[in-house]
Structure formats: structure tokens, C-alpha cells
């Protein structure tokens, strides 16, 4: 995918061209009525730099935005600056070392892009447009993330502007306390991220999808099987379930099986992905198509094509759980007769962490997730369906053990992204390099925890 930007520029509250350098930094077309004093569209280390020394000069906040897929608009803040990543996009790959330099306003499709030719492979964000910044930063759950680890936990040093306009490189060795601190803080993290160094893997040989479409009078039944299929299911297959109002083919509502699955033959994929065809709810299924060899471009583009359109008001809410699916499923039921028009859906995810990740601000995940988006088009009713990932999750509370910061809505629901002792640790870090609270917290957080 090309894409083009203009030279950046400054924009200050009531100047032309303010109001679309500030929504149009957003995935999503909902105003969410913030507004900064001024816009500064960075084109290099150096802009970035200036404008990080003038908001100190100016006593302001900074905000700051990659690929604005924040379904919060977190880079929208009242007040302030608004930093604007999105024309750092360089991608330098060493092949031979088995590493690249990313800018964070690039796009993950891009970097894939970059690799293909190279026979490398980078956990990237599912949708082709997520910018690298804001998808590093929160956790990164990527491609094949289940068996290569987290975007975050393949990040092997950062270039950061500090609060008094200094660049820094962080790693494990140098400023490792920086380092530890943006593998997981996603929006909350006091620094600006102009460069990524990434640690690449082998590209898999195959890389292809299973899918299995039933249609929704069927939930129950479906998620059962699905919850005790899950553990057992290999790491290299990403096996999850779409509500979606519009199922594929069968265009009414329906639970899509999606079961992308990276592998070194089409013969291992397909034992992989067996499961789902051999499974005893298998003569439910609407239809079952056969693994189908795919690029990881077309899967990106087609997944924003038909679920993550652009033009369209979008909301989320997320949650993760350890339990068993019985007491929630009247939920999940309610959730399915109450979800908007298309392109509304919500996602179940068998994920399995691993019992422990390297040492990092990230630090919540569990066995299944699930998360909400409200897609709102012209013409369909804000008031209505606005809130309805909102109510949802905070009726699954109970049942909740944390969210991810990729789809969070702290703003209107706070609730807990990192253990409790990393979040104490994130304010130790932050109150060091950041002590004039420069950069713009998280939209909302629980309350510290008093020991």
C-alpha cells in the first residue's frame, strides 16, 4: 500500500487546516470533542526533538499519535500539543543480522512488505494500517504472536526524546528502566518513541486459514466446544470466533471460525487446524472451507476491508478470562442479540499465554479474551449503540481478570492493564524521566492499590 503525506506543518487552535490535522489523525471518525492548542506534525528526530523542547519551554502537555488506531482517540487531548508521529515511517532491515530500525509512524503492513523479500517475519498488527508506535508500545499482539511472543517482547531497543527534548537509545543495558517501561505502557508512556529496533524471525514456509461459519442460534454450543478445544490447540494457530452480523457467505448473523496458522508445510498446518473440521459440533456449521494458502497482506487488507472499515464511528471494550465459559455465556448470548448493525463485532480468542514473558511493563494476560467494537456508519443511532461495548464489559466485570491496552476504554471504564506492582513501578520510571508530568498520562486508571 503507497501513501502519501505532505510536509508537516503547525497548527494552532482556529488556524485553517486545524480541525482536519486534528481528527484527521483517527482511525475512526468519531469527534471525541478534545481539542489540543496546537498541532505539530513532525517530519524528522529533529522536529520531534524541537517540539519536545518548546512544550517545556511552554509548560504544556504532549500527546502524541503514530497510526491513530486509538479506538479512545488517546492522541486527542484538551489542551496541550499533539505530536504527530505519522510521517516517521522509515524501515532500514539488516538482514543479516536478523533485526530493522522502524520509524513509529509506519505501518505494520508496510514492514511486512519490507520483509517478505527478505524471508523474514515480524509479529505485526492484524489490520494492514496500525501504525508501529502505538502497537509496540501497548503489548503488540501480532501474527503468529502466540508462538513468536509479543510485538513488545521482540523490541530490542528504542530511540527516545525525553521529557527536556533529550535523545536517548534504551535497551537492556542502557537505560533499562526506559527500556522495561515502553514494552507495555502503551498510551501511558512518558517519552517520545521516533525509532524501533526489532528482532525478526524466519518467515514460516506456509502461512494459510482455516475458516467455519455457523450461524448464531448456535452460540452456545459453538463456544462451549471452543473453550475446551482451546488449551489443546498449537501455538502456531491463532484459532478465534468473529460475532458478526454479516457471517461470511452466509450474510445474516453468525460466529466466523478464523484459524490463520503459520507452519513449515501445508502438512503440518493442516494437522493443526484439524480440529475444527473433526470437531463434534462440525454438522452445525453453516459451511467449513479447507485451509487455504495465504499471504499476510491479503488477510491484513481483507480484515480491514470487511470488519475494520474506515468512515465509521468506532468504540471498544476488552477484557481477559481465566474461568470457565458456562456462567458467562447468558451474557455472550445478550451480547449477540444486542450488537449493532455491520460493521459492529465482537471477538473471542483462544490465547493461551505463556506461563511467563521476560521482564517488562507488560504483565496482564490470560487464557481466553474478548473484545467489543462498535462500528457505527451514517444514519445509525449514536445514543443507542454508542455504550454498547461500555455496558457489556462492565456487566462481565465480575468475571474479568484485567484488559490489553490495544483496545482499551479507560476513559469511560477504567480497569487494570498491568499487574499492580508494575503499575506502582511505571510511576517510579515516569516520576525520573518525567517529573513535570510532560506527556499525558492513561485516560483513567484504578486506584493504586495501598499495601
Given amino acids: 500500500m503507497h501513501r502519501t503525506l505532505k510536509t508537516g506543518q503547525v497548527f494552532r487552535r482556529g488556524e485553517a487546516g486545524y480541525e482536519q490535522a486534528v481528527l484527521g489523525t483517527s482511525f475512526t471518525t468519531r469527534d471525541p470533542g478534545r481539542r489540543p492548542d496546537v498541532v505539530v506534525q513532525a517530519n524528522d528526530v529533529n522536529e520531534v526533538i524541537a517540539a519536545v523542547r518548546q512544550a517545556s519551554q511552554d509548560g504544556m502537555h504532549i500527546g502524541m499519535c503514530s497510526g491513530g ?142 475458516a467455519q461459519v455457523f450461524r448464531m442460534k448456535h452460540l452456545e454450543q459453538v463456544l462451549t466446544w471452543a473453550d475446551r478445544a482451546g488449551p489443546d490447540v498449537a501455538a502456531n494457530v491463532e484459532f478465534q470466533l468473529v460475532g458478526n452480523p454479516k457471517a461470511l457467505l452466509i450474510n445474516s448473523p453468525g460466529l466466523e471460525i478464523i484459524a490463520p496458522v503459520f507452519a513449515d508445510s501445508w502438512k503440518e498446518a493442516r494437522e493443526h487446524v484439524d480440529f475444527i473440521s473433526h ?101 445509525v443511532d449514536e445514543a443507542r449503540h454508542a455504550n454498547w461495548p461500555t455496558e457489556h464489559m462492565r456487566a462481565l466485570e465480575p468475571f474479568s481478570r484485567g484488559i490489553q491496552l490495544a483496545d482499551e476504554n479507560l476513559a469511560r471504564r477504567p480497569a487494570r492493564f498491568v499487574s499492580d506492582a508494575n503499575l506502582a513501578r511505571l510511576d517510579q520510571v515516569r516520576a525520573k524521566y518525567d517529573p513535570h508530568q510532560r506527556f499525558h498520562p492513561w485516560m483513567g486508571r484504578l486506584p493504586t492499590p495501598s499495601h
Fill in 69 to 210: 488506531h486509538s479506538w479512545a482517540q488517546n492522541h486527542i487531548r484538551e489542551g496541550g500539543m499533539m505530536l504527530d508521529l505519522s510521517r516517521l515511517r522509515s524501515i532500514e532491515v539488516r538482514a543479516t543480522s536478523m533485526t530493522a530500525i522502524v520509524g513509529p509512524g509506519c505501518f505494520g503492513g508496510e514492514l511486512n512488505a519490507a520483509l517478505v523479500g527478505h524471508k523474514l517475519f515480524f509479529p505485526v498488527a492484524h489490520a494492514y494500517t496500525v501504525g508501529m508506535g502505538g502497537f509496540l508500545l501497548q503489548g503488540g499482539f501480532g501474527w503468529n504472536s502466540p508462538q513468536l511472543g509479543l510485538g513488545c517482547q521482540n523490541v530490542i531497543g528504542i530511540d527516545v526524546v525525553l521529557a527536556d527534548g533529550t535523545l536517548v537509545h534504551a535497551s537492556d543495558t542502557e537505560h533499562p528502566d526506559l527500556y522495561w517501561s515502553a514494552r507495555g505502557a502503551g498510551p501511558g508512556f512518558f517519552g517520545v518513541v521516533v525509532r524501533f529496533h526489532l528482532k525478526l524471525h524466519a518467515r514460516p514456509r506456509f502461512i494459510g486459514l482455516k
Fill in 279 to 379: 470437531s463434534p459440533i462440525r454438522s452445525l456449521a453453516s459451511f467449513t472451507l479447507p485451509l487455504v494458502p495465504m499471504s499476510l497482506e491479503f488477510m491484513m487488507k481483507t480484515g480491514e476491508k470487511t470488519l475494520f472499515l474506515s468512515n465509521t464511528r468506532w468504540s471498544a471494550d476488552n477484557m481477559w478470562m481465566d474461568g470457565p465459559i458456562d456462567p458467562v455465556l447468558p451474557r455472550l448470548r445478550q451480547i449477540a442479540d444486542t450488537q449493532p448493525p455491520h460493521p459492529s463485532h465482537w471477538l473471542w480468542l483462544n490465547w493461551n499465554g505463556p506461563k511467563q514473558r521476560p521482564d517488562m511493563a507488560f504483565s496482564v494476560e490470560n487464557r481466553t479474551y474478548l473484545a467489543l467494537y462498535s462500528g457505527l456508519g451514517q444514519g
